[in-house]
């Protein structure tokens, strides 16, 4: 099974930016749709972004959708998720996803492995 670790995560004022990474390891990376998601404390897991085995789909939240870019390197077995424009509200613990040769779904259920997650805070 892939194993992956997210980094990138801190302590940032309203208005800025961060760029989360997730490395993966085990299987082929380049055969996984990989997601983004975040839960923030008290809340359930929601769903990010997400980006097809080969980067030419992605999909992304309403809540995030301009200020977020989902992006991979499957030479570096990667996953990045660019942030900007960040709100308080996007304060929460960010996951990286996989699924096999999946769909791009929002659905936390149907990807497989996760990885340990990273603390993004947003301070107003």
């Known amino acids: 099974q892939v194993q992956l670790v997210e980094t990138g995560g801190g302590l940032v004022q309203a208005g800025g930016s961060l760029r989360l990474s997730c490395a993966a390891s085990g299987r082929t990376f380049s055969s996984y749709t990989m997601a983004w998601f975040r839960q923030a404390p008290g809340k359930e897991r929601e769903f990010v972004a997400v980006i097809s085995w080969n980067g030419v789909n992605s999909d992304y939240a309403d809540s995030v959708k301009g200020r977020f870019t989902i992006s991979r390197d499957n030479a570096k077995n990667m996953v990045y998720l660019q942030m900007s424009s960040l709100r308080p509200e996007d304060t929460a613990v960010y996951y990286c996803?996989?699924?096999?040769?999946?769909?791009?779904?929002?659905?936390?259920?149907?990807?497989?492995?996760w990885g340990q997650g990273t603390q993004v805070t947003v301070s107003s």
């Open positions: 996803a996989a699924r096999l040769y999946g769909l791009l779904s929002t659905t936390p259920g149907r990807y497989a492995s």
